[in-house]
């Protein structure tokens, strides 16, 4: 026994050799930093001036100001020193800060509408694809239905093409609906774009779940819906949680939908970030700060699920 | 506790047909066993019989009252999965007391129901742990505990046993035998295992291509099998069958083996010229130098007390059981003796046993 152990650790299978640990550390290193300097950079350069954000070569050390989120969140109007000039003090710190531009504010701009677009059509459709999806999952996995892989299969064969390839007639349809630029259509539409995903993965968890745990809790006196919300579903969080990450990530960062579809009321940030860059000649600090804002929360999201993501992936390889 | 009664219950899949026209009735507080290979549909009848599979065709009545299109929740009965079914996100008093969750009683009612389980499943100590670190036998015992604590009318187990490891299945085996005899339910319990049935059970119920082919006390299941299936299928080894022709009257006590003739037990049915077969246990094969039939000595398994001889017979291999005292040389010739009380005869064509006084008492299912 005890030799049979040191042999087993011998052959690193247990236990890997301190080069190959410092060898996956620096991999791992690598692809760290490869991922997150873009990241920071973004940060960095939303706290830059217009003219940092653009010197050459590119600045690593600089002046932080606020710039960047003040444009972000205001419309400005230039005006002319004089103009300035016998302007009442500024009231507060941005008021100071844009007028050394030369500039007034005039108001807000639409960033919080579209970011609060963005968080409900987001989170919506995320929602809604997940409830759809758990509970044809579950029918799929646990009833005998009629046709079930051909019905798989279509509910797979939606995403078999990019589903921009149906942008026209789906514009046309909204049209006719009175859908287009409405929460609702865009929540409708990132939904049924999720839904097959959704579908398919959480088959895939639901089927790992030994079917005894329901008929247990059946005898023992829950509905099908009492056992499907009380033992099944505790057991699929994980599933669902890897599912809720990839479904919102989707919707988030969707593009070319929104672009289409929405222009005003419903439009989210993606298209609304490289609409900044068009509105004060090039503002990067501005697009960098919006850019950091519209990543917090799939960030966030993702970190409180991560867990669950991390376990939902290996979900099935490795049994229990 | 209740008496289950089963009517003409069939069950079909598709094209498969799993469950055949069984009928038959289990009596209150009886341990009845389901056995038969896989695939006989043993797990489906008893699925049937909880509610969770709903049957094609017959009744199931539980104390004289048809259940058949229950809801599981609405029968009464407790079911005790093979892979025990814990729930792994609750400890185990929480899976245990469950059950009594799911009705809406009380939370003090339900700790007290709880303790009390345990305690009779001395498990109490483990209350507080969570199911994943249990050993196999605690896990069983934890799922036994959630079927018995609501007082279910009966006890349905689908294999319980099957997944733990053979030293622990023998002591459960023991345990859950103890337990049926402290609270008399009514018990319904499926295995391929004889053994377990052998051991445990009042009655047991035989199933082959989803039919009953028996249904009997141990004892009459292994002695007075009524089909060549049932006498194959019990007993390590099996049942020897020796092939021969030919006709049978009523009241003979001997038949015509080939050329020589065997004395069997009383036959009570007339039968024309037809291949019949000699069934004979193992153990009722003494070796002797004029035994009528002869072979040659192929093998011999020493087993501790006794010895599990083959022979090659003009009819066929023999398993033999001798006691390991007893000398015996491979390819050496000897002459094979039958306890002719014990024989069985079985008609080759249907496959069941031919009526004889020692076949009394067994009834066709």
Request: hydrophobic share 45%; glycine share 8%; proline share 5%.
């Amino acid at each position: 026994m005890t030799a049979a152990a040191t042999r087993s650790t011998a052959h690193s299978i247990v236990e890997a050799s301190p080069r190959a640990k410092a060898f996956a550390s620096g991999l791992v290193i690598l692809y760290a930093v490869i991922t997150i300097l873009p990241l920071l950079w973004i940060v960095a350069t939303a706290f830059k001036s217009q003219s940092d954000a653009i010197a050459y070569p590119p600045k690593v050390i600089f002046e932080p100001t606020l710039e960047g989120y003040v444009n972000l969140f205001t419309v400005r109007t230039r005006q002319t020193p004089d103009f300035i000039a016998k302007l009442p003090p500024p009231e507060t710190w941005y008021d100071q800060l844009v007028r050394k531009r030369d500039m007034v504010i005039a108001g807000p701009s639409k960033v919080v509408p579209r970011f609060v677009n963005s968080l409900i059509i987001g989170f919506g459709s995320t929602f809604l694809a997940v409830f759809l999806g758990t509970l044809a999952a579950y029918a799929f996995s646990r009833f005998r239905i009629p046709l079930a892989d051909d019905l798989l299969f279509f509910i797979l064969s939606t995403r078999m093409m990019p589903p921009v390839a149906v942008a026209i007639p789906i514009y046309l349809m909204y049209r006719q609906l009175n859908l287009t630029d409405t929460r609702l259509g865009m929540i409708l539409l990132y939904t049924a774009v999720n839904v097959s995903l959704a579908v398919w993965l959480l088959k895939g968890f639901i089927d790992e779940i030994p079917r005894e745990y329901e008929e247990a809790a059946l005898v023992d006196g829950y509905t099908r819906l009492q056992a499907l919300r009380k033992v099944v579903l505790p057991q699929a969080v994980t599933g669902i949680a890897a599912t809720a990450i990839f479904c919102l990530i989707f919707s988030w960062n969707e593009y070319a939908f929104a672009v289409l579809l929405t222009s005003g009321e419903a439009q989210t940030m993606p298209p609304f970030i490289p609409f900044i860059i068009g509105e004060g000649g090039q503002d990067w600090p501005a697009v960098a700060a919006a850019t950091t804002l519209f990543v917090v929360p799939i960030v966030m999201f993702t970190v409180l699920l991560r867990k669950h993501l991390l376990r939902g992936i290996t979900f099935g390889a490795v049994r229990k | 506790m209740a008496q289950i009664r089963i009517e003409s219950l069939r069950k079909s899949f598709d094209q498969f047909t799993a469950v055949e026209g069984s009928t038959f009735t289990i009596d209150d507080g009886t341990f009845f066993a389901m056995l038969g290979p896989s695939g006989c549909g043993k797990t489906t009848t008893l699925r049937m019989i909880a509610g969770l599979e709903l049957p094609t065709e017959g009744r199931i009545l539980l104390d004289g009252e048809d259940v058949t299109f229950h809801r599981a929740a609405a029968r009464d009965i407790a079911f005790v999965f093979q892979l025990f079914a814990l729930y792994p996100h609750m400890n185990v008093g929480e899976n245990i007391g469950f059950p009594l969750k799911c009705q809406g009683m009380a939370r003090r009612e339900i700790r007290e129901r709880v303790q009390e389980t345990a305690r009779m499943l001395r498990i109490e100590h483990l209350l507080s742990s969570k199911t994943s670190k249990l050993s196999g036998g605690d896990r069983q015992r934890v799922a036994l505990g959630r079927a018995m604590v609501r007082r279910p009318k009966a006890f349905l187990m689908d294999e319980p046993l099957g997944a733990l490891d053979a030293e622990f299945r023998h002591l459960m085996c023991g345990e859950l035998r103890d337990l049926h005899d402290r609270i008399k339910a009514t018990t319904v319990y499926v295995t391929h295992d004889q053994l377990e049935a052998m051991s445990m059970a009042d009655q047991i119920a035989i199933m082959n291509k989803g039919r009953v082919e028996q249904i009997g006390t141990p004892q009459q299941v292994y002695d007075r099998p009524a089909s060549m299936f049932v006498a194959d299928f019990i007993g390590s080894p099996p049942m020897n069958f020796l092939r021969f022709e030919g006709g049978l009257r009523s009241g003979d006590r001997a038949v015509s083996f080939h050329d020589t003739r065997l004395a069997v037990p009383e036959i009570r049915e007339d039968r024309a010229n037809a291949p019949l077969a000699l069934g004979v246990r193992p153990e009722h094969i003494r070796f002797v130098d004029a035994g009528a039939v002869r072979g040659e000595v192929f093998g011999a398994e020493y087993l501790g007390t006794t010895q599990i001889v083959t022979v090659d017979t003009a009819y066929g291999r023999v398993a033999a059981r001798l006691p390991s005292s007893a000398s015996v040389r491979i390819g050496e010739t000897i002459g094979l003796e039958f306890n002719a009380a014990r024989l069985a005869l079985f008609d080759i064509g249907s496959g069941l046993a031919i009526k004889t006084a020692g076949e009394e008492g067994a009834r066709h299912g």
